[in-house]
């Protein structure tokens, strides 16, 4: 009986689609926790950017008022964000 079952399985191969079963499984848990932790190291990464330009603004004006200080020139804070473009002829 136990070679019969043998032939079979290795004509019909039962023991092949189970594991392919099994395997397709494994794999959309594993591709399902992959989104899952991707997902969250993008928030991570996301706050810890929104961080670090806060950090980099601070840094930037604390810098823009000691040289305004040290200079003695006042620069309105409207015109620092409006990029200068030349223009030949004026």
Partial sequence: MFSQVCRWDRQ???SKTHMKRARQKNE???TQLRKVRLSQREVLISEHMDRLKKEINKRRTKIENEAEQQCGLLTPPILESIPI???PGF
């Fill in 28 to 30: 959309t848990e594993k």
């Fill in 12 to 14: 019909y191969g039962w």
């Fill in 85 to 87: 473009l030349y223009v």
